[in-house]
């Protein structure tokens, strides 16, 4: 059946009959995007997500500002004078940082989202942000490299908890049908907060030496200011149902999501949707185990149950080959390939920011795209498309010397590069993990998974330079094979997930390596 048909006829599986077809008139009313669904993908996207790529995307332009206030900074606080070699390794501390507040925040995301639940979870993101800007824009001020430090580590963390959390939260918002439409504005958020950071920080906007500090702390305006609906932004009914047994309030924010033509009906439908996924958490070993549900697994024993093993490696692998397929490598080697084709530095630097914005551009077509075309379809189809242009970029580098017309050969490779990347690579891997866990085990599966793809990033960020040096164009095959890996991996295990229940998809990837999860 090709795609687009079968967007037409998805099939919700319902807890009493694992082949129930809804009505298709009552889906359509039912499944459709409401005031408050709305206000908290925007809320969430602007609030967190934005910032975190912000932060990512705003160090580098005006880094030689920053860095030589540091030196100025330590030496009439301590005395010190730092070198050129010992100045680029403090500099590579205040970068990666950040990835290393990722890591952590990753880590906590899963106790955070149990212990205070998913609408605080985003609370402390929000908290996290702006006590980080507070630090960026008081450091120069206060002449204080540690307030930049903290800063760093402060935004990082919050990066990590919004990768780990956010995604999470806004999926178990949302009706099925609209799962994957509404869990791609994290990734569109991210990818914009790179593109806005990068215009914040050039020289004509706060990329000085006397402004840069500004150009750290810009995104805290956009953390108040879509923080102000905070307080009436819905708790997910999935958290409140099976983690903390309210069930009342679980059914009036469901009312409250649906708006307020809800059908009993449908709010029967997801409270026994619910229940079902609530009875999977039930422990059966012994009478102890079986007072205990999967909201009160830690991290570890998540990580050691067998049955979620696969759903583990496959969330994993997506948020980790989504850093080694080479996303950040290829967007800090573009501006090199803008120049071989006769751009001037300058001219370069705007045209990778052009490469950017093309990659935000179609970010936005993601959530139709999610609606539309199958996981399974759009998650091979980038992979391997990602590998083929891979490929052809490190042929094309390594003889663009010999071959007149590679030059522009080689901006055709980074621009199809990064069109195949985000119509899968980006988005898919920030919310998998809630169509493949139930609600219990979630929490710390998508903690493994952001904490796989801050590593990944910190990984890449530490070695790419060096291989770089060392081995020319042949850097990107590395990124070429991740792509070739998980394409088979998926090929062979990735289960469909579009349309379809949790507890339908969970039987399917139980059974490990030995699963066979392959749907019609």
């Not at 069930?247 to 997801?270: F, M, N, S």
């Not at 291989?467 to 094979?481: H, K, R, S, Y």
């Amino acid at each position: 059946m090709d795609n687009n048909d079968q967007s037409e006829s998805i099939i919700l599986y319902e807890p009493e009959s694992n082949a129930k077809i809804v009505n298709q008139n009552q889906r359509k009313a039912d499944d459709k995007w409401t005031f408050w669904l709305l206000t908290a993908g925007i809320s969430t996207t602007f609030g967190a997500a934005i910032p975190t790529g912000y932060n990512i995307g705003v160090i580098n332009a005006p880094a030689n500002f920053i860095k030589e206030w540091c030196n100025d900074t330590i030496f009439e606080t301590y005395g010190t004078v730092l070198n050129s070699s010992d100045l680029d390794a403090f500099w590579a501390i205040v970068v990666s940082i950040f990835l290393v507040g990722g890591v952590i925040g990753s880590l906590g995301g899963a106790w955070v989202a149990d212990r205070l639940g998913r609408k605080r979870s985003y609370l402390s993101c929000g908290i996290l942000l702006v006590l980080g800007g507070i630090c960026f824009q008081f450091c120069r001020a206060l002449g204080s490299v540690e307030l930049l430090l903290l800063g760093r580590v402060l935004a990082g963390l919050a990066a990590g908890l919004t990768t780990s959390t956010v995604p999470m939260y806004l999926t178990e918002l949302a009706p099925i049908s609209l799962r994957g439409a509404i869990g791609v504005f994290a990734s569109i958020g991210v990818t914009g907060g790179v593109v806005v950071g990068q215009v914040m920080s050039l020289e004509e906007i706060f990329g000085t030496e006397e402004l840069w500090q500004f150009a750290l702390s810009f995104y805290v305006i956009l953390v108040i200011t879509f923080f102000v609906p905070y307080h009436w932004l819905p708790e997910s009914p999935k958290y409140l149902y099976v983690i903390k047994k309210r069930q009342d309030e679980a059914i009036y924010e469901i009312k409250r999501l649906g708006g307020k033509h809800t059908r009993d009906d449908y709010v029967k439908q997801q409270i026994e949707a619910m229940r079902n996924e609530d009875s999977a958490t039930i422990m059966s070993d012994d009478e102890e185990k079986n007072e205990r549900t999967l909201a009160q697994r830690s991290l570890w024993s998540v990580l050691t149950d067998r049955s979620l093993t696969l759903p583990l490696i496959l969330v994993c692998a997506l948020q980790g080959g989504q850093q080694f397929s080479g996303i950040n490598a290829v967007f800090f080697y573009s501006v090199s390939v803008f120049k071989s084709v006769g751009l001037s530095s300058s001219d370069a630097k705007f045209a990778n920011l052009g490469a950017g914005c093309i990659n935000l551009l179609i970010a936005f077509f993601t959530p139709l795209l999610m609606q539309r075309y199958n996981r399974r379809f759009l998650s091979l189809l980038s992979c391997s498309m990602c590998a083929v242009f891979l490929f052809c970029l490190t042929f094309i580098v390594h003889f663009k010397e010999s071959v007149g017309w590679f030059s522009y050969a080689s901006v055709v490779a980074v621009l199809l590069y990064i069109l195949f990347y985000q119509i899968g690579l980006g988005p898919i891997p920030y919310f998998i993990g809630s169509e493949l866990f139930e609600v219990g085990p979630r929490p710390a599966a998508m903690a493994m998974g952001s904490l796989a793809s801050w590593g990944s990033n910190f990984i890449v960020a530490m070695l790419f330079l060096p291989l770089q040096n060392a081995w020319g164009a042949f850097v990107f095959l590395p990124f070429t094979v991740t792509c070739v890996l998980l394409t088979i991996l998926l090929k062979i295990y990735l289960p469909e997930t579009r349309g379809q229940h949790v507890s339908s998809i969970v039987p399917l990837v139980a059974n490990g390596f030995r699963s066979r999860p392959l749907m019609p």
